[in-house]
C-alpha cells in the first residue's frame, strides 16, 4: 500500500510540474549569439531594471560557434560583445573592448563603452511585436547582424555595416590597445562630452541636435544602426517571432586587419 501511495504522489508531483513548468517555457524567446570573427569573442548581457539575468551575464564564444540563449517574454535589455579578452590577469579591466570591472560573467553590469549594443524590448503580449536595433550612441566595436530565426526576413533585419569603422575612424574618437592596434571608435559624445554631441540640455531635443560630422561617419560605414541619439528615420525594428539570431562579424571584410591581434 505504501509503494501504491508513493508512485501514486511521484505521478501526481509530475504532472503538477508539467503543469506549472509548461506555460513558463512556452514563454521564452530565444537568441542564437552566433561569432563568424576569425577570432573569439566574450558576449555579454545587461538587463533593465526589474529583468532577470540572462546566460549568466556574459560568457566565451569561439570563432565559428554559436550559443543559444534564453530570454523571458517580456525581457528588456542589452547584448554586446567584448574582444581581447584576459581574465588570468591581474588587470582590473579584463577586456580591451566592452569590459565590465573585469569580470566573465558581467551580472548585470553595464559594459564602458565603446561597444556596439544590440538593445532588446520583448513584448509580454504575444500578440505584439518585439523591438530591438543597433546603437552606436556610445561607439562601435564590431559590426552585427541581427534578424529573426534563420529565415533572414527583410521586415526583420538590422544589418551590418557596409564598410570597415575602425578603419575610418578619426583619430580623436580611436581605442588603441597595448600593441598600438586600434580596436574601437568612440563616439563624439563619449570622447568629447559636450551636449552638442550628446543631445542634452539645450540640445536635447531631435530639432536641436543634429547629425555632425561624426555621427555622418558612423552612419556612412553602419547606415542600419543609430548613429547619434535622435537619429532619424530611427533604425528600430519590430517583428514578432519567438527566435532571433545576432551575428557579430557577419561579413568577413576588414574583420582580420581590424582585430589581428585578438
Not at 563568424?36 to 560568457?59: D, E, L, M, Q, R
Not at 569561439?62 to 574582444?83: E, F, M, V
Not at 575602425?166 to 590597445?177: A, T
Amino acid at each position: 500500500m505504501k509503494l501504491l501511495q508513493i508512485i501514486a504522489a511521484f505521478f501526481l508531483s509530475f504532472i503538477l510540474h508539467s503543469l506549472l513548468s509548461g506555460p513558463a517555457l512556452a514563454h521564452q524567446i530565444t537568441f542564437y549569439v552566433h561569432n563568424k570573427c576569425p577570432f573569439p569573442i566574450w558576449p555579454a548581457t545587461a538587463s533593465n531594471t526589474g529583468h532577470p539575468i540572462i546566460a549568466g551575464g556574459g560568457f566565451y564564444l569561439p570563432s565559428g560557434q554559436t550559443q543559444r540563449i534564453d530570454a523571458p517574454w517580456d525581457w528588456n535589455g542589452r547584448i554586446w560583445a567584448r574582444t581581447g579578452c584576459n581574465f588570468n590577469s591581474n588587470w582590473q579591466s579584463a577586456c580591451e573592448t566592452g569590459d565590465c570591472d573585469g569580470r566573465l560573467a558581467c551580472n548585470g553590469l553595464i559594459g564602458t563603452p565603446p561597444a556596439t549594443l544590440v538593445q532588446v524590448s520583448l513584448q509580454a503580449d504575444k500578440t505584439k511585436p518585439n523591438f530591438y536595433d543597433v546603437s552606436l550612441v556610445d561607439g562601435y566595436n564590431l559590426p552585427v547582424l541581427v534578424t529573426n530565426n534563420k529565415q533572414l526576413s527583410p521586415k526583420c533585419t538590422i544589418g551590418g555595416c557596409s564598410k570597415s569603422l575602425i578603419r575610418s575612424c578619426p583619430h580623436e574618437l580611436q581605442v588603441v590597445n597595448n600593441n598600438g592596434e586600434v580596436v574601437a571608435c568612440k563616439s563624439a559624445c563619449l570622447a568629447f562630452n559636450l551636449d552638442t554631441f550628446c543631445c542634452r540640455n539645450d540640445h536635447g531635443s531631435p530639432d536641436k541636435c543634429k547629425p555632425n560630422v561624426y555621427s555622418n561617419i558612423f552612419k556612412d560605414a553602419c547606415p542600419n544602426y543609430y548613429s547619434y541619439a535622435f537619429d532619424s528615420p530611427p533604425p528600430l525594428v519590430n517583428c514578432a517571432s519567438k527566435e532571433y539570431v545576432i551575428t557579430f562579424c557577419p561579413s568577413s571584410w576588414g574583420v582580420d586587419d581590424e582585430h589581428e591581434s585578438l
